[in-house]
């Protein structure tokens, strides 16, 4: 089955990665070299991808410097929400309720990012917006645990827990301060 994904798609792995090689992007994205190089080139000219060449190897790196840089972040991090709720239920349905938190910032984070189903737990950054009744009853509503982590600014969070946010995350609410935060912008 041929999956569809748009240019956006492609840029995930280079997000908060320093350089990747074509092998690594198109393992990571699932896409074929062909593929993957047609868009990369799409992504070079509009100067949102940088190409560098270490000896006979081609890496690939997203350009920090770009203008726009923040919006296109917050493009394929929303693109990612809805490319993982699209056929995710119950991921939906948490979506959904921890939008009612009108928290400043939302971001699920640790395992429950690669599988929910199978997730002992769910575990959830709050910035200013946490609702303890919204989130029993969404525990109750559909049978998971809730890990809430409650802060007042993403500033105040150590680097230990931002490098796991980093690493496996969906950002639910105030994406573009997300963005920010995890770039060091």
């Known amino acids: 089955m041929v999956q569809k994904f748009t240019k956006w798609f492609i840029l995930e792995p280079l ?15 699932g896409v074929p070299h062909p593929t993957l190089n047609r868009y990369l080139y799409k992504l070079i000219r509009e100067g949102i991808v940088r190409k560098e060449k270490v000896g006979n190897q081609t890496y690939y790196r997203l350009n920090k410097q770009h203008p726009l840089l923040i919006d296109v ?10 490319f993982l709720a699209k056929d995710n239920l119950l991921l939906r349905e948490i979506i959904y309720h921890l939008h009612k938190l009108n928290a400043e910032v939302i971001i699920i984070f640790g395992s429950s990012v690669d599988n929910i189903y199978d997730a002992e737990d769910v575990d959830v950054l709050v910035v200013k917006g ?25 500033y105040e969070i150590n680097d230990t827990l931002k490098k796991e946010i980093i690493k496996r995350h969906l950002l639910v609410e105030g994406v573009e301060k997300c963005v920010k935060w995890m770039l060091g912008k």
Request: no cysteine; hydrophobic share 40%.
């Open 15 to 29: 997000i908060y990665e320093d350089r990747l090689h074509l092998r690594e992007i198109s393992r990571r994205v």
């Open 73 to 82: 972040v917050s493009i394929v991090e929303k693109e990612r929400v809805l």
């Open 130 to 154: 946490f609702n303890n009744k919204i989130t029993e009853r969404l525990e109750r509503k559909l049978r998971i645990k809730l890990h809430v982590v409650k802060v007042s600014n993403l």
